[in-house]
């Protein structure tokens, strides 16, 4: 099999992820994780696509974890958030800021780390039944492959 383009590949799922909060099945979106420089490499592209979209984008350099994904799968990388409104983008810092004041007070329990996730996973506009199968896998399985990533 060729080798795909790792940059073009990661510019696909943002074009797809765009179109689903644009046609509304997606309330809040995320490219898969980029290291810093290869952000800088497809920022242009992922802004057209944006602006293309009708719809708005945040740059997260620190993106929560909860039982969605491992640790591993996003540390050291940058994500951008796709979204409609600023709602959303209200909602997700604000769970991620309650997440830090819960880790900070040593109140982030699994059951508080369970609501967490399970919130974010509904912002991500996930089915209730598959939201419950990952929180039950604890953030052991990543979302989605990395192409060309070790």
Known sequence: ???LHRLSFQLGMINCFAEMVAAGVKRLAISPPLRPEDYEEIR???EAIVEGSGIQSYLETSLLVTDLQSPEFTRGKWSVL???DQGTLKAY???KKRKESLEAAGAYTPEARRGISREFMRLLSYPEDVITEKIQ???EEDPFMLLGEE
């Open 1 to 3: 099999m060729r080798e």
């Open 44 to 46: 242009e592209a992922s």
């Open 82 to 84: 796709y979204f409609k």
């Open 93 to 95: 810092l604000d769970l």
């Open 137 to 139: 896998g604890g953030g």
